[in-house]
């Protein structure tokens, strides 16, 4: 039964611009007293039209495109459209190139996890986590800055391989670094596993059942957390992940306090496979980091990459020109976020904020267009016909300026 | 002093508005509160509301839906306010500034005092786009009164 508006009924919202959030999203949280009866998610804040953008772009440029889909897995993306662009052309990436984009890939996955780690305790009001974390993330930002020249966009892939070495002289440096980052991360394992606090406020919070899981279609570490082993760089292996020795991590409980376990076991695997990646590059001989690719022949590809979040796809339709015709995208997020339906009701509020983080939700990542819809007749203002039309006549601008 | 002066002179209240980004910008800008940069050491905090706040941090491209958010945050502040456009797409509109819903870099929505380039801009560059904007202030305050 439809339960009629009454003062119980009271619609929190969360955002757009919520100091909580660093991106911009709105919640409507339909709450009776404490408890979250419903919850609406509305989006169009952070929308760039990405896909479309593409379609103008060359295949050399799409790269630096699709690396700011999402600044914090910025490697997925890149990664994603590499695999499937070398699907469509039949290319053979050397070794050497392999080894050095999981280097990045799983690199990319500790900062993510960190950084996640961080924002959550900050969801939960435990300041000291979010700094604490952040405070040993920044090697890691450090390590990116020595072998690609930025913290946070790298750059680093091609078609055929890859843009910049890693020197033999680096490696040293790295494998450093990554000893004291995992004494550290030992010891935030042990303190956010123990601590009263964070089993208060994350045990049997949100939890998602295996069931839950393969209905919504989940995937990435929400999945992993609730028994379901689904990892792209296992199930459909790319790069240098079939040439080491690596596992995938799963935890029991599907609630939030084995999201946080799982990612931070995932930490300390990745830095295990970036030591083996490491000892592979010293085998391989510098230099040797691209094949020439002359041109791309016409065809479709699908490409995936395991991102920090889940499964990244990308399809690209080629004609035999320079430009892709059709590039669809599908992040993690994307799937992920409908699962806050079964997380959050039934939840107090307090909860429902960690619950919403638990997933690590990325917007940016997920950002599709909003259609409007006039109130009183109903009718749609902004469609794709009109989207054409708003295309058209910025171009017409543009070309006037 | 100026009453300009006056109110930018001790610690300055931040709000950050994410428009239509790529999140590394603002991942960078939370990176500042952190402790290797630590800029609450000037007395610069987040704050929740943009009534609260000196400072309007804009950054990532703006598109239609972000254009009408912006202003009416913009008319709420309370004036005097320091506008700073951060990376690429808060400057110039960056690598979107082709896309079919971009409306405008923030300059063409609202006045904007101090840019800091940069994709992403680098913490250091950030807290350094704020040092020199300080300075700018004063300094008009100080050609103002003589």
């Known amino acids: 039964m439809k339960s009629e508006p009454s003062t119980m009924n009271k619609i929190i919202p969360i955002g757009p611009y919520h100091p909580l959030q660093e991106e911009p999203e709105l919640f409507k949280l339909y709450c009776e007293g404490e408890i979250v009866k419903d919850i609406k998610w509305e989006t169009g804040y952070n929308h760039r039209g990405i896909e479309k953008l593409s379609e103008s772009k060359t295949f050399d440029q799409v790269f630096f495109l699709v690396e700011r889909v999402c600044g914090i897995c910025s490697t997925s993306h890149p990664f994603a459209f590499a695999n499937c662009m070398e699907e469509i052309a039949d290319i053979e990436v050397p070794d050497r190139a392999k080894y050095i984009r999981s280097i990045i890939g799983e690199l990319e996955r500790i900062h993510s996890h960190l950084l996640w780690l961080g924002l959550a305790g900050h969801f939960l009001g435990y300041n000291t986590v979010f700094m604490w974390v952040w405070k040993y993330r920044e090697p890691v930002l450090d390590l990116f800055e020595m072998i690609t020249g930025n913290r946070n966009s790298y750059a680093?892939?091609?078609?055929?391989?890859?843009?910049?070495?890693?020197?033999?002289s680096k490696i040293p440096k790295i494998k450093e670094t990554l000893d004291f980052l995992k004494k550290k991360i030992d010891m935030l394992v042990g303190a956010i596993m123990d601590d009263p606090v964070i089993h208060a406020r994350t045990k049997g919070v949100g939890i998602l059942t295996q069931e839950d899981i393969i209905n919504y279609a989940a995937v990435g570490p929400t999945a992993r957390a609730s028994g379901v082993e689904i990892d792209v760089r296992h199930d459909d292996p790319y790069a240098a992940y079939p040439l080491v020795n690596w596992k995938v991590i799963t935890a029991k409980g599907g609630d939030v306090f084995a999201k946080t376990e799982v990612r931070l076991l995932e930490i300390l695997e990745s830095i295990y496979i970036i030591e083996q990646c490491l000892e592979g590059l010293k085998k391989e001989n510098e230099g040797d980091i691209e094949v020439l690719v002359k041109e791309i022949p016409e065809g479709v590809g699908t490409g995936r990459a395991e991102a920090p979040r889940g499964e990244v796809f990308h399809f690209v339709k080629t004609d035999g020109s320079n430009y892709p015709v059709r590039h669809k995208i599908r992040a993690p997020s994307y799937v992920n976020i409908a699962t806050f339906r079964k997380a959050c009701i039934?939840?107090?509020?307090?909860?429902?904020?960690?619950?919403?983080?638990?997933?690590d939700p990325c917007y940016c990542c997920t950002e599709r267009m909003a259609c409007a819809y006039d109130l009183h007749t109903g009718e749609r203002i902004l469609d794709g016909k009109g989207l054409i039309d708003l295309s058209q006549h910025v171009t017409d601008t543009l070309i006037k300026l | 002093m100026g009453f300009k002066d006056y109110c930018?002179?001790?610690s300055l209240w931040v709000f950050h508005f994410g428009g239509a980004s790529c999140n590394n910008c603002d991942i960078e800008i939370l990176d500042c509160l952190t402790p290797r940069y630590d800029i609450e050491r000037f007395g610069m905090v987040l704050v929740g509301s943009i009534r609260h706040a000196d400072v309007l941090l804009v950054n990532g491209s703006i598109n239609q839906k972000d254009k009408i958010r912006l202003l009416e945050l913009y008319s709420q502040a309370p004036k005097p306010i320091l506008v700073v456009a951060i990376g690429a797409c808060g400057c110039t509109g960056g690598i979107f500034a082709e896309g079919n819903t971009f409306a405008g870099p923030v300059d063409k929505i609202i006045p904007v005092d101090a840019y800091v380039p940069g994709c992403p801009p680098k913490p250091e560059a950030i807290i350094g786009g704020i040092v020199r904007l300080i300075e700018k202030t004063k300094k008009a305050t100080r050609d103002e009164a003589t």
């Not at chain 1, 039934?346 to 997933?359: C, E, F, N, P, R």
């Open chain 1, 156 to 168: 680093m892939f091609k078609i055929g391989g890859v843009r910049r070495d890693i020197e033999n």
């Open chain 1, 346 to 359: 039934g939840q107090t509020i307090s909860d429902a904020t960690i619950s919403l983080a638990a997933v």
């Open chain 2, 8 to 10: 930018f002179r001790k």
